[in-house]
T-cell receptor, first 114, second 110 residues
Framework: GAGVSQSPSNKVTEKGKDVELRCDPI?????LYWYRQSLGQGLEFLIYFQGNSAPDKSGLPSDRFSAERTGGSVSTLTIQRTQQEDSAVYLCASSRGGQTEKLFFGSGTQLSVL | GQQVMQIPQYQHVQEGEDFTTYCNSSTTLSNIQWYKQRPGGHPVFLIQ?????EVKKQKRLTFQFGEAKKNSSLHITASQTTDVGTYFC??????????FGPGTRLSVLP
């Protein structure tokens, strides 16, 4: 596609519910990244994929968070039993892979846990 | 682990004033990237620096990579209201993951 697409753009959920956030990267981009950004804060790394595998899962904050990527394309970030502290903007980025490739970010999913 | 710091955290300038933000790493870097995030927007790539002592310019923005490749700076000449936003540096880690600095939030008063 023309850019990184994330859906939904906004998600309001109740505490304890599960949510799924979707990221559709730029076509041909092998690397895909998930970051979390709380209001007025920096970018917290969650996980990244090279192809369908995730070499680095160190940023997932708890076992309630999981992510997968299928077909080397679309990725889903799942948060189980959501808590209020999970409220944030979840940003997805993709790149061609490699340390010198720039990241292209999607517009993010604003998650609000009530 | 690798530490990436940015100073200042916030900067308020009058329109027309210069602005500089600094990014410092605890380890030697292979390269560094800079991103800008406008209020309510998502980060957008600005530039990448690779060589020791490298200086790159984009109109009123000047980017520099330190000689030791452990720090970098972004300088804006004659700030404009369009420069408002948060500027992040990003450095590679463990192969392909990127670590972002905490960012410098710039506000420009007209």
């Amino acid at each position: 596609g023309a850019g990184v697409s994330q859906s939904p753009s906004n998600k309001v959920t109740e505490k304890g519910k599960d949510v799924e956030l979707r990221c559709d990267p730029i076509s041909g981009h092998t690397a895909l990244y998930w970051y979390r950004q709380s209001l007025g804060q920096g970018l917290e790394f969650l996980i990244y994929f090279q192809g369908n595998s995730a070499p680095d899962k160190s940023g997932l904050p708890s076992d309630r968070f999981s992510a997968e990527r299928t077909g080397g394309s679309v990725s889903t970030l799942t948060i189980q039993r959501t808590q209020q502290e999970d409220s944030a903007v979840y940003l997805c980025a993709s790149s061609r892979g490699g340390q010198t490739e720039k990241l292209f970010f999607g517009s993010g999913t604003q998650l609000s846990v009530l | 682990g690798q530490q990436v710091m940015q100073i200042p955290q916030y900067q308020h300038v009058q329109e027309g004033e210069d602005f500089t933000t600094y990014c410092n790493s605890s380890t030697t870097l292979s390269n560094i990237q800079w991103y800008k995030q406008r209020p309510g927007g998502h980060p957008v790539f600005l530039i990448q620096l690779v060589k020791s002592g490298e200086v790159k310019k984009q109109k009123r923005l000047t980017f520099q990579f330190g000689e030791a490749k452990k720090n970098s700076s972004l300088h804006i000449t004659a700030s404009q209201t369009t420069d408002v936003g948060t500027y992040f540096c990003a450095v590679p880690r463990y192969g392909q993951n990127f670590v972002f600095g905490p960012g410098t939030r710039l506000s420009v008063l007209p």
